[in-house]
């Protein structure tokens, strides 16, 4: 179930508020944008981090090169997929959670709609407001008998796709253009630690934290992923 809190009032999923402020919102939060653009990046860097420049000829650049692009390729259907499915059952357990409000006895409604909170919301909601909430949504229309996808998820998934692959090619494109390994390889790490800072620094900002330090600890982080997924033959 998805709240909202404003002036007081949570709108749990399935009601007019909550479907009105669903149409308001962007399709990905920021912490998904970001976070499937460094699922990504992580997941290029762990091809051209395997490439040997002191050996490595056209042959292996462009070998790296199609692997990581058919690679990303691969992920970003397989997140999309996983996008639309977790959208299905986040929305069948709403109406799961609002058809056990709407048929049992009040007291228990209260109970479910209280567990349904996150502990932050569930901490300053006082319990006549749940007990407002809960007849709102005894009045309310009838759920669907089973949960429907939406153009919205269609959109999300694109969108999820569409972030891991396109994050592929600032890091792999220096070895289109760059005939010297070594140089397009540092040229592609430093691209790689600018989007790792600047995923960190957006991550860091929107959730309250210290933005520089998260942005270098993603820097930090990232490396240790990478060289983990080389490591495990990633």
């Known amino acids: 179930m998805t709240e909202r809190e404003e002036d007081g009032q949570v709108a749990p999923a399935g009601t007019p508020d909550s479907r009105a402020s669903e149409v308001r919102r962007h399709v990905l939060s920021p912490v998904e944008r970001i976070s499937e653009v460094l699922f990504g990046l992580i997941m290029v860097l762990s091809f051209t981090g395997s490439l040997s420049v002191a050996t490595a000829g056209r042959d292996e650049v462009k070998e790296m090169f199609v692997g990581a692009i058919g690679c990303n390729a691969a992920w970003g259907i397989v997140d999309a997929v996983m996008y639309v499915l977790s959208a299905l059952i986040e929305r069948g357990r709403g109406i799961v959670l609002l058809r056990a409000v709407r048929d049992t006895a009040p007291a228990r409604g209260r109970t479910v709609i209280a567990e349904a909170l996150s502990p932050e919301v569930a901490a ?10 809960r007849g709102q949504l005894a009045r309310a229309p009838e ?24 994050s592929t090619f600032p890091v792999v494109l220096p070895f289109a253009f760059i005939p010297h390994a070594h140089l397009a390889m540092r040229i592609s790490n430093g691209i790689a630690v600018v989007m790792l800072f600047f995923g960190g620094f957006v991550l860091g900002r929107y959730a309250g934290l210290r933005p520089l330090r998260t942005g270098l600890g993603m820097v930090a982080a ?9 490591a495990l033959g990633g």
């Not at 008998?145 to 396109?166: N, W, Y």
């Not at 990232?222 to 080389?230: F, K, R, Y």
């Open 124 to 133: 300053v909601v006082r319990p006549e407001q749940i007990e407002e909430l």
């Open 143 to 166: 759920p669907p008998r089973f949960p429907s996808l939406t153009l919205q998820d269609l959109r999300g998934a694109i969108g999820v796709f569409l972030l891991v692959f396109l």
């Open 222 to 230: 990232g490396a240790v992923l990478v060289a983990i997924t080389v």
